[in-house]
């Protein structure tokens, strides 16, 4: 054999490996941690929902005091402890999902983020819900959560969900309904980005904060599901529980030919 030409097949497999575009990393947290994430948390009493960003509670941040301890990777058991079952499933797809910052009040936010390097995939998807306490504060001191998709490669900010639990209701829209001093989404909401050949193999960082009032007497929190490549599929069991429906569809049809 040609050990020039095996060289040359290894060389090019290696060039092939090393330009292979990254993916996300447990975007559904179904290895039931945050790995692949990172999370962080700290005391935002002291700072106005305009001046508050998820990256003040990431690691470096200048709010950074804890790594997201009061956030949480939940299952299919987990029922909203305020709202029940107003607020719906809390998992969007798969067996598992992210609530960011914890049920209980005291002025704290929880941050999530997760980077991708050279995405070329077409398209990037994700899904929330949130659940925020109306306290009778103004907006810029109510419960808050923001979240951001980044073009890293342009600085671009691609998309960008910022809502409060203000008095007036100005804070939030229609994909919120109330229960009570409660603003919550009753659906979980979709994000869906198309990456054209103008953003293709860039970098970009989907970052998610969930946040107390300023006055520190109300919470905010969210959840975060499904963030990849394309809209979650049914669990393989399902898949299985479909094939045994349709079987037995057909089984009947025949029956009912014969008879």
Known sequence: ??????????????????????????????NGTT???????????SVYNADLTPAQLLPGGSLYSDSGSRGAVIDGSYIDPLLGGLVGSTIYSGKYAYRAEDTWT???????????????????VFAWKAVLENGGHVEDESAVMKLTLTDNTTGQLLVSRTYNAGYSGAGVDTRFQTAANLFYTPEWQVETLSIDKSLSG?????????ADCNPTAHTGYAYLDG?????????????GMML????????????????
């Open 35 to 45: 790995a692949g994430w990172t999370t962080g948390g700290g005391y935002r009493g």
């Open 1 to 30: 054999m040609n050990l020039n030409y095996v060289a040359g097949v290894l060389g090019m497999m290696m060039l092939a490996g090393a330009a292979q575009a990254d993916s996300f990393v447990n975007g559904g947290f179904e």
């Open 227 to 239: 963030f990849g490549a394309a809209l979650p599929v049914p669990e393989p069991e399902t898949y």
């Open 106 to 124: 005291g002025g704290y936010g929880t941050a999530i983020s997760q980077k991708v390097d050279n995405y070329t995939d077409s398209q990037i």
């Open 202 to 210: 860039h970098s970009f960082t989907l970052s998610l904060l969930a």
């Open 244 to 259: 045994a429906g349709i079987g037995l569809l057909g089984v009947v049809a025949r029956r009912r030919k014969q008879a």
